[in-house]
């Protein structure tokens, strides 16, 4: 047990934003199938994007909360430009996300549920990536 502690605390970071990234990837796919199974037609191209733009929405908020209390324990006092980083950075995978969703059901046909979980996957590296170098690093925060 000991040992399961200690490499949980030394990649404690990493595990937390991977746990709250799950939550957050199940939050967005609910949302997104929410809409789609309820009013949205995902055969429809618009309407396809509407239910992952809302869907995004609900994530990036929840994330948001998330990442900056328990990943990454920011301190930044300036919470509007972090905010304002977060989001940018992912917007940037809202493009990655909408173009894998994009190509694989737009163009490829196949089917959406499947295209949107592989997408998600793309999208959590991602927003890992960039929210390590460019929204919390280190250093970066007014205390």
Known sequence: ???????????????????????????????????VYSFLDPKNGIMLQIANILSWIAGVTFAYITNRKYVFKSTNKNIYVELGSFVGSRVATLIIDMLIMFVGVTWLGKNDSVVKIISQFVVVVSNYLLSKIFVFRKGSGIK
């Open 1 to 35: 047990m000991k040992k399961i502690l200690n490499i949980y605390n030394n990649y404690k970071e990493l595990f937390n934003y991977l746990f709250f990234g799950v939550l957050t990837m199940i939050i967005s796919l609910l949302v997104y199938y929410l809409l």
